[in-house]
């Protein structure tokens, strides 16, 4: 009788409990989040949110106070600068974090395999610039693209006016229509003038983000016209016209410089391709490049040549039209 008992209690529990997972919770959780759409909504008027402000915001980095620090100094600007032009979300304390993490995990990995006393120093030394070259890199790469969708930019604005539309608006329609980098950097200029700062320091801040001779020239000619009047429409096509052309004089450049290019790739791949082929026909011999200290040492220099005829060679065949 007792085991029955037992059996029934635990049987009678379940259902009930059952039941009330049924029943009850979703009615409790609907409840909840009736209360907290209801205390969003009796939110007092002096609590202040991350969105309760139009103020710009820095990102947060790992060293807030380092942040402050570089904030008040030329190296620390320029940083700053070389980060939002490379649109990375990351901060100047992020930055150096990362290029002191770089050079010492270089320079560990170099004490652990090459035995020359000064070459962790060297590697890690090189590897410590690493962060600013990939954001350099990175700052390049969109700068390239936003130069070759900028045309694009100029014939939406130039339709958007000639159809009617203020052109603080059109650069808004250019900002919601065209994709990154293009699309967001005419969205900020538009929503910082539409804030209240001065249209003249937004397309100045624009030149800022985006210091290209293009921008430059759409810039003045905006300017120029709002001043002295005219038709904006056609200066914007003119304009067009002209960048694409530029275009087109690039890239006949890039064509007749091909060969110089194509021969600093030779050259920088060339002694490592042969490292590598000479340590399968003969290893014993390339072992002793690596352990005898005149080897490491050549090593060293040639590493060294190397990138500095690369560097050259890539100089050479730069031509800025």
Do not use: C
Not at 2 to 31: C, D, H, R, S, T
């Amino acid at each position: 009788m007792l085991i029955a008992l037992v059996v029934f209690l635990l049987g009678a529990g379940l259902v009930v409990g059952g039941y009330y997972l049924i029943a009850a919770i979703p009615g409790e959780l609907a409840k909840r989040r009736l209360d907290r759409r209801l205390q969003d909504v009796a939110m007092p008027a002096d609590h202040e949110t991350a969105d309760a402000t139009i103020l710009k915001r820095a990102a947060a980095g790992p060293l807030p106070a380092l942040d402050r620090m570089m904030e008040k100094t030329v190296a620390g600007v320029s940083l700053a600068r070389l980060i939002e032009q490379a649109g990375s979300k990351t901060t100047p304390s992020a930055v150096v974090v990362m290029s002191i993490a770089s050079g010492l995990g270089a320079g560990f990995l170099t004490s652990m395999f090459v035995r020359v006393p000064y070459a962790p120093l060297l590697v890690g030394s090189v590897a410590t610039f690493v962060p600013y070259a990939w954001l350099r890199h990175k700052r390049s790469s969109r700068l390239r693209r936003f130069e070759e969708q900028f045309p694009e930019a100029l014939d939406l604005l130039s339709r958007a006016v000639r159809a009617g539309h203020a052109f603080q608006t059109a650069m808004g329609m250019v900002g919601d229509d065209l994709s990154a980098p293009v699309g967001p950097e005419f969205k900020k200029t538009f929503e910082q003038q539409n804030f209240g700062l001065p249209l003249r320091d937004a397309l100045n801040q624009l030149t800022d983000r985006m210091p290209l001779l293009d921008v430059r020239f759409f810039v003045t000619a905006v300017l120029i016209q709002r001043e002295t009047g005219g038709n904006l429409s056609e200066i914007l096509d003119n304009l067009a016209h002209v960048v694409r052309e530029r275009f087109k004089i690039q890239r006949q450049v890039r064509v007749h410089t091909a060969h110089g290019r194509f021969t600093a790739y030779v050259l920088l791949a060339l002694p490592a391709a042969l490292a590598i082929a000479l340590s399968f026909i003969n290893p014993e011999h390339m072992q002793t490049l690596f352990r005898e200290h005149m080897g490491q040492m050549m090593l060293l220099a040639a590493m060294v040549m190397q990138t500095v005829g690369y560097l050259w060679i890539r100089q050479v065949v730069k031509i800025e039209v």
